[in-house]
């Protein structure tokens, strides 16, 4: 099982901009995939951005352009810099990691709420 702890987030105004960074331990298996995904209060849990251990991303079309994720492969890191901060972003940000045996791990998730 991977551990996986979330750090960043917080209160910012719409517009502004926040880093959010996950750090996994623990894991004897390669890390394959790494990712953010997000839930707002009263919806569904929803893919933000996906990072392969090759580099290739994956987002969400609603933080296209905005959204930036990034990993470093050595240190089991992956960081998520978001700017232009709307609203609709607002929600419980929970980190995830998938294995090459396909094992998933979440994180226990950091708020991130964004004034109007």
């Known amino acids: 099982q991977v551990q996986l702890v979330e750090s960043g987030g917080g209160l910012v105004q719409a517009g502004g901009s926040l880093s959010l960074s996950c750090a996994a331990s623990g894991s004897r298996l390669t890390i394959s995939n790494m990712g953010w995904y997000r839930q707002a209060p009263g919806k569904q849990r929803e893919l933000v951005a996906t990072?392969?251990?090759?580099?290739?991303?994956n987002y969400a079309d609603s933080v296209k352009g905005r959204f930036t994720i990034s990993r470093d492969n050595a240190k089991n890191t992956v960081n998520l810099q978001m700017n232009s901060l709307k609203p609709e972003d607002t929600g419980v940000y929970y980190c995830?990691?998938?294995?090459?045996?396909?094992?998933?791990?979440w994180g226990k998730g950091t708020q991130v709420t964004v004034s109007s």
């Open positions: 995830n990691a998938v294995t090459i045996l396909l094992t998933t791990s």
């Open positions: 990072i392969n251990n090759g580099g290739r991303t």
